[in-house]
């Protein structure tokens, strides 16, 4: 299956996103992502949080006048003489609107085994412009470039579109390959390795396939020293409705066990209050120790692999 999704070219993939119109349910895009790769699986799994970020700037009748407001202010801000008045007069006299882009990122799975980091990750843009604020508000203006560029109070107008939605290609991840680069820059390893390590020793791995659940967001941070550092965050997809769960306070045996097995259930596999604790979603950290003292005392509830997954995480506690 590996071999098939390496068909799966960037390149081939970028063209694919210009040449396809943006619709709601993205159909069109993964059925022309999936003739890349005909025998290979792919599914959308997760379409992230909206994002918003600063647009270019168009004038009253729609028609472009930049790209990128803030390559703009900064040019026109030096033909001004470095005069912010001079800038905010003209804009004014123009009536430049400035445009904003919002959008999701979707994120789609290629399966390539079934260990949790065998998985291509392929991360698309799908974004619309729309304009909705003068540039500079007449009654409030700016009193420096930074507030020129993302003005505070707006004075905002009835937005309109500015083409259509489209989409645009962010990277391809094969996690296996990812993941082992990631390894080789931390001495100690990574917590998202641990947590993919866990869960493929794990009752979980048994019944659940680990990209249905959770992804990755690459990302870099900088160094103690400036150097630019490739990092990554486990990322969870879970669409069903999880309840928070209960306090564990003065829970033990059967109380204690009724309480993980029903958590357990809403997700859909065993241990699955372990990983949501972990990464620090609904599960409080005091679970794990809770848990732990119960098992190692007068109750034997959880199967032999993952008590020793507990214990190591109890003797050595890491969060991602």
């Known amino acids: 299956m590996a071999s098939q999704a390496s068909q799966l070219n960037g390149q081939e993939i970028a063209k694919i996103c210009k040449q396809t119109l943006a619709n709601s349910d993205n159909e069109a895009l993964l059925t022309k992502i999936q003739a890349l790769s005909p025998n290979t699986p792919?599914?959308?799994?997760?379409?992230?949080?909206e994002w918003y970020r600063l647009g270019g700037i168009v004038d009253k009748t729609g028609h472009r006048i930049a790209d990128?407001?803030?390559?703009?202010?900064?040019?026109?801000?030096?033909?001004?003489?470095?005069?912010?008045?001079?800038?905010?007069d003209h804009a004014r006299a123009?009536?430049?609107?400035?445009?904003r882009q919002t959008g999701n990122?979707?994120?789609?799975?290629?399966?390539?085994?079934?260990?949790?980091?065998?998985?291509?990750?392929i991360d698309i843009d799908k974004t619309q412009e729309a304009a909705d604020r003068f540039l500079v508000n007449e009654h409030c203006p700016p009193e420096d470039l930074e507030e020129f560029i993302d003005p505070l109070d707006p004075e905002c107008i009835d937005a309109f579109n500015i083409g259509t939605a489209r989409y645009s290609y962010r990277r391809k991840t094969d996690v296996e390959v990812f993941m082992t680069e990631?390894?080789?820059?931390?001495?100690?390893?990574?917590?998202?390795?641990?947590?993919?390590d866990d869960?493929?020793?794990?009752?979980?791995?048994?019944?659940?396939?680990?990209?249905?659940?959770?992804?990755?967001?690459?990302?870099r941070n900088t160094g103690r020293f400036g150097e630019q550092i490739i990092n990554v965050e486990i990322i969870n997809t879970q669409q069903k409705n999880v309840t928070q769960f209960e306090d564990v306070m003065g829970k033990k045996g059967l109380a204690l066990n009724n309480l993980l097995m029903?958590?357990?259930?809403?997700?859909?596999?065993?241990?699955?209050?372990?990983?949501?604790?972990?990464?620090?979603?609904?599960?409080?950290?005091?679970?794990?120790?809770?848990?732990?003292?119960?098992i190692t005392g007068?109750?034997?509830?959880?199967?032999?692999?993952?008590?020793?997954?507990?214990?190591?995480?109890?003797?050595?506690?890491?969060?991602?």
């Open 105 to 121: 990122t979707l994120h789609f799975i290629v399966q390539t085994g079934t260990n949790a980091e065998q998985f291509i990750q």
């Open 94 to 99: 123009q009536s430049l609107i400035a445009t």
């Open 182 to 196: 990631i390894n080789k820059y931390h001495p100690n390893e990574h917590p998202a390795q641990r947590f993919m």
């Open 199 to 219: 869960w493929n020793r794990s009752s979980a791995n048994q019944q659940a396939i680990f990209s249905n659940d959770w992804i990755i967001r690459p990302f």
């Open 68 to 88: 990128d407001l803030v390559e703009w202010t900064e040019r026109t801000y030096i033909e001004c003489g470095r005069n912010l008045q001079t800038l905010i």
């Open 298 to 320: 007068d109750y034997s509830y959880l199967p032999e692999r993952d008590a020793t997954i507990l214990k190591d995480w109890v003797t050595n506690p890491y969060r991602v």
């Open 42 to 49: 792919i599914r959308l799994g997760r379409t992230g949080n």
């Open 262 to 294: 029903r958590f357990d259930r809403q997700v859909g596999y065993p241990f699955a209050w372990f990983f949501y604790m972990t990464k620090g979603d609904l599960v409080p950290i005091q679970t794990g120790l809770t848990v732990y003292k119960d």
